[in-house]
């Protein structure tokens, strides 16, 4: 599979900063993670990009591992990676929960969310997941719907809509259990941009 020119230019951010020592890198990521709590985060803000890219780099060589930099108090340690926990929200939170921002994997499975988010989570999930499902008709579902590029662009609207609603009902609640959250503001199937989605 090809990669975008975004990709290759944050593949190309991430070589850079590849020169960080350790202790550097451990002490920028702690510093970040205060001024990151109490907030929800868009995935598509500048600094969250670069948080991703040196939380990858910090997970890929064990930074959190060797204890090179405190955890700031509110944040507790992912069970996944033992790094703090920053989770991120996306459409598939119902089958991968919440994932680590450090590794990449479930940090918070859906079944172990707080029981009052769950059930207004699943209720925005499958609602969205028939949405999204439009960018994946196959050809003869296609055929069978009247005008399919009509239904597209109605899906994106849609799609645009439920992400906004999410960021408005069902983050603050997460925030309350979570130091802090990121969320994701895009959905590249449905060709909708963070700009697209209010906020």
Request: net charge negative; charged share 30%; aromatic share 8%.
């Amino acid at each position: 599979m090809s990669e975008s020119p975004l990709d290759r230019l944050w593949k190309e951010y991430g070589r850079e900063l590849a020169s960080l020592d350790d202790l550097s890198l451990a002490r920028w990521m702690a510093q970040s993670l205060g001024q990151l709590q109490g907030k929800v985060w868009r995935l598509s803000h500048p600094l969250m990009g670069l948080y991703r890219l040196l939380g990858q780099l910090g997970h890929d060589r064990g930074v959190w591992l060797k204890r090179l930099a405190s955890i700031p108090g509110h944040y507790t340690e992912a069970s996944c990676c033992r790094a703090p926990l920053l989770p991120l929200y996306t459409r598939d939170i119902l089958e991968s929960g919440l994932i680590c921002q450090h590794c990449g994997e479930t940090a918070i499975a859906y079944e172990d969310l707080p029981a009052e988010l769950k059930e207004p989570i699943k209720i925005w999930a499958e609602e969205y997941d028939v949405v999204h499902d439009v960018a994946h008709w196959d050809e003869a579902k296609r055929k069978r719907c009247s005008n399919y590029e009509e239904e597209y662009e109605r899906a994106a609207r849609k799609a645009e809509a439920l992400l906004h609603r999410a960021s408005l009902e069902i983050m603050p609640g997460l925030l309350e259990c979570y130091p802090a959250l990121v969320w994701e503001d895009h959905d590249e199937c449905l060709e909708v941009r963070p700009e697209d989605v209010g906020g």
